[in-house]
């Protein structure tokens, strides 16, 4: 599924999301699978590939973001 920010730029695609299992919600939605990388590959993606689901503004063909850029890193 595609990503675009609510000023029309395009993103990149949904290709993995991070899921919170102790809260049961979507966290991160991922542009680049995480799939046997190192640890600091993971971070990279996290950090510059990634979109935080609180971000997300609607999902329906595409999903539609409402801030671009870097995303905090997870610890």
Known sequence: MDIYTDGGRFLGKVQELVIDLER??????????????????AKRI????????????SVEDVVMVSKAG?????E
């Open 24 to 41: 049961g919600e979507i966290a991160r939605m991922l542009m680049e699978p995480l799939s046997s990388l190192s640890r600091e590959e």
């Open 46 to 57: 996290i950090k510059d590939r990634s979109v935080l689901y609180k971000n997300v503004k």
């Open 70 to 74: 870097p995303s905090p890193a997870l």
